[in-house]
């Protein structure tokens, strides 16, 4: 990790497709990268990377810890990046994205969650790479 002032870090992993694996990568995250934000921003930059982290041993990797994701963050100023990549097939995001989950859905909510908090999410040709933009 690379940190050369308050206002600007980066993190880069290579995890493996577990949900251990992911909760070890955000307390770090917590620590390194989120401990300057505002709590609502830190809330909301967590949640984001939780989910898109999450979406990638899931959906993507099918939990294979055989498999690994790959995620980086990059905070200068007031924008957060966030960009995941797994090993797995891809989705559909097109049509995922015209999809909507009710409140009270306890599954689906994903694409929702992410452009919900983030100012900007772009997904690569084949579904498995997400790049998501928020303002601190």
């Known amino acids: 990790m690379r940190r050369p002032s308050r206002l ?28 300057t934000l505002p709590r609502a921003d830190g809330f909301a930059a967590e949640l984001l990377v939780r989910e898109a982290l999450t979406n990638a041993v899931v ?10 994701i790959l995620c980086v963050l990059r905070r200068r ?11 797995g097939e891809g989705f559909d995001w097109r049509a995922a994205r015209q999809r909507r989950r009710g409140v009270l859905a306890s599954a689906g909510r994903g694409i929702q969650i992410l452009r ?5 999410v772009r997904y690569n040709e084949k579904g498995n790479a997400v790049t998501i933009i928020k303002q601190c």
């Open 8 to 35: 600007a870090c980066e993190m880069r992993a290579m995890i493996p497709a577990t949900l251990a694996a992911v909760e070890q990568f955000l307390r770090a995250v917590r620590h390194e990268a989120f401990d």
């Open 59 to 68: 959906h993507g990797c099918h939990s294979d810890p055989r498999k690994h």
């Open 77 to 87: 100023g007031r924008r957060l990046t966030i960009a995941v990549h797994d090993e």
């Open 116 to 120: 919900q908090y983030a100012v900007r």
